[in-house]
């Protein structure tokens, strides 16, 4: 699970973060799951590649800090997205529910993966 969060989840994150980027008529189609606000979809974009870097060439070590890193920081910024508590400095979030869910799901996914058992 940890492999396919790191991975999957990373390669998700990067072309959320691409799409918001350089397509943003996308977002509004989405339900404004994808807003233009440059900050997030830099921090997507790097996220995601590091995680999906650390998923294909990483170790498990290294696989399980990324998880439980990035799953804790999409948790917190679904969760500041869903109390409508942007901007943060100067990354401002996008308040959509489908937005805030998105990061919530990452972010449990992650959290989830970071703290399971290696399967003997």
């Known amino acids: ?3 396919n969060f790191t991975k999957y989840a990373g390669l998700a994150q990067t072309a959320i973060g691409l799409l918001g980027q350089f397509a943003p008529g996308i977002g509004p ?4 799951a994808m807003g233009t606000a440059t900050g997030g979809n830099v921090f997507n974009m790097l996220s995601g590649a590091a995680l999906s870097y650390l998923g294909f060439k990483g170790t498990e070590s ?11 920081l999409n948790a917190i910024v679904g969760l500041l997205s869903a109390f409508s508590m942007s901007p943060i400095g100067p990354i401002s979030l996008n308040e959509s529910m489908i937005s805030w869910i ?11 993966a ?4 290696k399967k003997a």
């Not at 696989?63 to 890193?69: I, K, M, N, P």
């Not at 970071?114 to 058992?117: A, N, Q, R, S, T």
């Open 1 to 3: 699970m940890l492999q």
């Open 29 to 32: 189609a989405l339900g404004g």
């Open 62 to 72: 290294n696989q399980r800090t990324g998880a439980l890193g990035i799953g804790g």
């Open 102 to 112: 998105i990061n919530l799901a990452i972010g449990a996914w992650g959290l989830i």
């Open 114 to 117: 970071g703290f399971m058992k």
